[in-house]
């Protein structure tokens, strides 16, 4: 042993590689207490890539199963702390997908425990960050969407909705089937510039098949929350906002709803916006979609009759975006693009 047990809310711990082995074996003792102690040892071993490599492969994974369905909730708890350290790697989250561990973890999404449930929800976000994770999860997609309704933690919400984005990029009928557009609406007013900007985002992908854009036309209440987005301080916020009107436009019905909304103007002055050139280069990132989007969006809008009639009357600011030498190579063709279409005689 490591030496004597100064921390009594940890186990004592083997030197080297059976550092590992013993702390699982530990967990198979009688006693909560010894259960919580193996585990918080655990929790602290597997920051290191050796350590989680180990517990990864060794074939310990197994034994949490068992853990899952423990009487004290901390146990619960840790037990879901642990499998989050675990899949903070992609052979974690590999081996967790490769296991029998998804069905009984996702029974904790209604554990009486918060912390086993936020816990379990980080666990199901690494997950989604694969697309074989993203895949799996699927199914459950009709849950997660009722757990938006429930879950009030800020923290949850915004992994219920960043595991939205990601299964919905993959296949974003499980979640229109769920009435994810409505639920989704909800979020996009919330006071929080980043559960607002997660929102939009999973807004996004459900809005890229042609049901998602009819939905997002049907809703009352979305389109004209989205516009009023594309006004929001944070620029992340803006872009995906824009994303799904640009997705919407597409339709007929989306073109003319956004036009009643009087989307144009708002869209013209986002493309008239300065900004400095001190601007750290992920910032820069956000603004490219924001006006790539835009621009799409405009360029769509244009096929509408009164929507060129409109753009028509812009045509100096586009012409003088699209010749600007400072302006980015991808924005310039983008803002072409829009100029061909908006000035195109049958």
């Known amino acids: ?20 082995p013993q702390l699982f074996g530990e967990l198979q003792r009688a006693g909560a207490a010894a259960r919580l102690r193996a585990l918080t040892s655990l929790c602290d ?14 074939g310990f994974l197994k034994q949490l199963k068992v853990l899952f369905r423990d009487e004290d909730p901390s146990v619960r708890a840790k037990t879901c702390e642990l499998l ?34 936020r816990n379990v929800h980080r666990v199901l976000n690494h997950l989604a960050l ?3 994770g993203a895949e799996a999860l699927l199914s459950l997609v009709p849950k997660l969407m ?7 933690d800020e923290e949850v919400q915004l992994l219920l909705l960043s595991t939205h984005t990601h299964c919905s990029r993959l296949d974003a009928l499980p979640g229109l ?54 006004r929001d301080k944070d620029v992340e916020v803006q872009a995906n906002a824009a994303g799904v009107i640009m ?64 753009l028509l009357e812009q045509l100096p600011l586009l012409e003088k975006k699209a010749e600007a030498a400072e302006e980015d190579q991808d924005i310039r063709r983008a803002t072409q693009t829009a100029i061909q279409v908006i000035t195109w005689t049958p």
């Not at 004597?4 to 590689?17: C, K």
């Not at 903070?88 to 561990?101: D, F, K, N, R, Y």
């Not at 919330?190 to 559960?195: A, K, T």
């Open 130 to 132: 694969l697309p074989a």
């Open 177 to 230: 089937a769920s009435d994810g557009v409505s639920l989704l609406g909800r979020k996009l007013s919330h006071r929080s510039s980043i559960i607002r900007r997660e929102a939009a985002a999973a807004m996004m992908a459900l809005s890229v098949p042609m049901d998602g854009k009819r939905q997002v036309c049907e809703d009352a209440e979305v389109l004209p929350v989205l516009v009023g987005l594309l």
């Open 1 to 20: 042993m490591a030496g004597a047990l100064t921390d009594p809310t940890r186990a004592p711990v083997a030197f080297g590689r059976r550092a590992v």
């Open 45 to 58: 071993l597997v920051h290191e890539p050796e350590r989680l490599y180990q517990a990864v492969t060794g």
């Open 247 to 310: 997705n919407t436009v597409i339709i007929t019905t989306g073109k003319q709803r956004c036009l009643d909304l009087d989307v144009l103007p708002v869209l013209l002055g986002l493309l008239s916006e300065k900004h400095g050139d001190d601007d750290e280069e992920e910032m820069k990132k956000r603004r490219k979609a924001l006006i790539m989007y835009v621009l799409r969006a405009l360029t769509s809008l244009a096929e509408a009759p009164n929507g060129r009639r409109l």
């Open 84 to 117: 989050h350290l675990l899949t903070s790697h992609s052979i974690g989250v590999q081996a967790v997908l490769a296991s029998s561990l998804l069905p009984p973890l996702c029974q904790l999404l209604d554990d009486s425990s918060f912390s086993c449930r």
């Open 146 to 152: 009722l757990k938006l309704t429930k879950e009030e």
